[in-house]
């Protein structure tokens, strides 16, 4: 094992990013995201004018269920190697969050073969999925319709991030674990302000679109001799 990385012997600079640097921009972004569900808790709920003609908690369940039904969307169930993508390259960046964290704490853990090459895999994938993603955005004309120049940013970034894991996770060169925290740094100043942030709506927005639908008797779909509402 004397290969790895000798946590005494890091550089300082790489100590500052991961143990400083690294925890002030996550106390930075839980402040930020405290204040902005603090300010969407202020907003008056909304208010059916209609009686209801749905299970209202059923709804909401279904809801809140669905991006773990890809049947059940009409954008994926048509689209299975995309929905693919998508669980793979989420999981992905939830290694990459939990890489970031548990190194500085339980370094010996990741040293443990299985576990880094797991790791490593990840990133691996995260990078080729984040390329596929990005290619998609810039040559399919429909994609660059819809694209913002957050939604490029941020991709590109996140592709860089996991390409900078495929190195670092080995935990044998402090050169890419020194620029895999800084980026882990810069995401958490960052996403606060960024379309990242969607996964800090998403509850709201499933709550009041399983209410919505719900009172409105439409969620969860019914079937109809055999046969399923779309």
Known sequence: MSD???????????????????????????????LRVYQFLQKPAAVEGTPARGDHGKAIRYAYLTLAMPWELESQKHHWIRYGE????????????GFAFVVPIVPELMKNP?????AKLFFILGFVIG????????????????????DLFCLILLTLWMFTGIF????????????????????????????????V????????????FGHRGTFPKKRVDGQKLS
Request: aromatic share 22%; charged share 15%; proline share 4%.
């Open 168 to 199: 670092a996770a080995p935990l044998k060169s402090e050169f890419w674990l020194f620029w895999y925290y800084c980026m882990a740094t810069f995401f958490l100043f960052y996403v606060p302000f960024s379309k990242i942030s969607h996964y």
């Open 4 to 34: 790895y990385i000798l946590w005494e012997n890091l550089g300082n600079n790489t100590k500052l990013v991961m143990n400083q640097l690294h925890y002030l921009g996550l106390a930075f972004m839980i402040l930020a995201y405290t």
């Open 86 to 97: 998508f669980v793979l390259f989420h999981l992905a960046m939830a290694v990459g969050i």
């Open 131 to 150: 390329v596929s993603r990005m290619g998609r955005r810039i040559f399919k004309a429909e994609m660059r319709k819809i694209t913002s120049p957050d």
């Open 114 to 118: 299985i576990i880094g090459s797991l």
């Open 201 to 212: 709506y998403y509850p709201f927005i499933r709550f009041y679109v399983g209410k919505h």
